[in-house]
C-alpha cells in the first residue's frame, strides 16, 4: 500500500542529497506518482502478551480503503473508553495507516491515553485529488455511528467497550487538515449516538498562496522544504485550484460550520515551517469558532522541534501524547 507506481517516463527525479521523503516521489507523465518505499507493519492479531491489540478492518472495498483498530490489553474492567479516529500524515499523497511510524504512535496513544484508536487508511493524491480523502473521513466517522449505535451488534471492540459520548477526530499533518475538514463536514449530519467532543489537531497542513516568514525560511529545511510543501500541494489539491482553495488555506474564508465544532486543541513549534499558518489558523478559531471565544481552542506551541517530530523524537512524542491526554479528559 506504500508503494505506488504508474507507467510512463518520469517528470523528474529526485534529489539524492535529500534526506526529505517528500523529495524522493516521483511523478508520471500519466498523473500517478511512484511512492519512496517507506516500513510497513501489519496488525498485532490477537497476541496475549501484547499491550496493545490491533486488528485491520475493511472500510469500502471497492475504494480500496480501510481501518485498523486498536485497543489497550488488558482492558479496564467495566469502563467504556474515548475513541479516537485518527488520519495519518503524508500531505495527502504518501504513508498508509500501516506505516511503522504511525504505528507506533497510534500504539503509544492507546498505551498512555487508555483510549480505542480508529486509524483511517484513505484515498491517496493525486491518483485521488482532493476532497476524496475528506469523504473517506467522513465515511469512517458513519462506520463508527453505525458500530456504536447497534446496542451491542457492532465490531466487538467498539460496540463493548466504545463511549459514544466521547469521541474525537484527530490528525497529524495533513492528516490534521482532514481532521479539521471532517468536522466541517460533520456539522450537517445527524451522528446519534456518536458525540464528537473535541478536534485534535497536531502541526495542521494548511497552506497559501502567499508565503509565510516560515515558509520563506524553509527552503533547506529536512523534513519539509519549500519545494517539496509546494509540489505536494499541486497534487493534492483539485485539478486548476491555487493555494488558496479552502482545502488549503482555511483562514482566506471562514466557513459558516465553524461555530458548531467542538473544542479544538492545536498543536506545533516553532521548528516547523508551517508554524505561521497554524498561528493564524488558531487566531481564526479564537475570533470565529465555537461559542465564538478562545475557550473554543486550546493552542500548544514549543520552541524548536520540526514537522513530525513526534515521529522520530520520543521526547515530542511523550509531550504530544501527555497534551492528547490532557486534552481529552477535559473534554469529557
Not at 492479531?45 to 475504494?63: E, H, I, K, T
Not at 449516538?193 to 473535541?198: L, S
Not at 520552541?303 to 477535559?330: K, M, Q
Request: net charge negative; charged share 20%.
Amino acid at each position: 500500500m506504500e508503494n505506488s507506481s504508474g507507467s510512463g517516463a518520469q517528470k523528474s527525479l529526485p534529489s539524492t542529497k535529500s534526506t526529505s521523503l517528500f523529495l524522493q516521489i516521483v511523478e508520471h507523465p500519466d498523473g500517478t506518482v511512484t511512492r519512496p518505499p517507506v516500513p510497513v507493519l501489519p496488525p498485532s492479531g490477537d497476541q496475549p502478551d501484547a499491550d496493545v491489540l490491533s486488528r485491520d478492518v475493511p472500510l469500502n472495498p471497492p475504494n480500496g480503503t480501510w481501518l485498523r483498530i486498536y485497543r489497550p490489553n488488558p482492558l479496564p474492567p467495566a469502563a467504556k473508553l474515548p475513541v479516537i479516529i485518527y488520519f495519518h500524515g503524508g500531505g495527502f499523497v504518501v504513508f498508509s495507516s500501516g506505516t511503522a511510524f504511525y504505528h507506533a504512535f497510534c500504539e503509544a496513544m492507546v498505551r498512555h491515553v487508555s483510549a480505542l484508536v480508529v486509524s483511517v487508511d484513505y484515498r491517496l493524491a493525486p491518483e485521488h485529488r482532493l476532497p476524496a480523502a475528506y469523504e473517506d473521513a467522513a465515511e469512517a466517522v458513519l462506520w463508527l455511528r453505525s458500530q456504536l449505535g447497534r446496542g451491542g451488534g457492532g465490531d466487538p471492540w467498539l460496540a463493548r467497550h466504545g463511549d459514544a459520548s466521547r469521541c474525537f477526530l484527530m490528525g497529524s499533518s495533513s492528516g490534521a487538515n482532514m481532521a479539521y475538514h471532517a468536522g466541517l463536514l460533520l456539522t450537517a449530519l445527524e451522528l446519534h449516538p456518536v458525540k464528537f467532543t473535541g478536534l485534535i489537531l497536531n502541526q495542521p497542513y494548511f497552506g497559501g498562496e502567499e508565503m509565510t516568514p516560515s515558509e520563506t525560511r524553509s527552503e533547506e529545511d529536512q523534513i519539509l522544504p519549500l519545494r517539496a510543501n509546494q509540489m505536494l500541494w499541486r497534487l493534492a489539491l483539485p485539478e486548476g485550484a491555487d493555494r488558496d482553495h479552502r482545502f488549503c488555506n482555511p483562514v482566506a474564508a471562514v466557513p459558516a460550520e465553524l461555530r458548531h465544532l467542538p473544542m479544538c486543541l492545536v498543536t506545533g513549534c516553532e521548528g516547523d515551517p508551517l508554524v505561521d499558518r497554524q498561528r493564524q489558523f488558531v487566531e481564526m478559531m479564537e475570533k470565529e469558532g465555537s461559542g465564538g471565544g478562545a475557550t473554543a481552542v486550546v493552542a500548544k506551541f514549543r520552541e524548536g522541534g520540526f514537522h513530525a517530530a513526534e515521529l522520530l523524537d520520543p521526547e515530542w512524542a511523550e509531550t504530544l501524547i501527555a497534551e492528547v491526554r490532557a486534552f481529552v479528559a477535559s473534554a469529557c
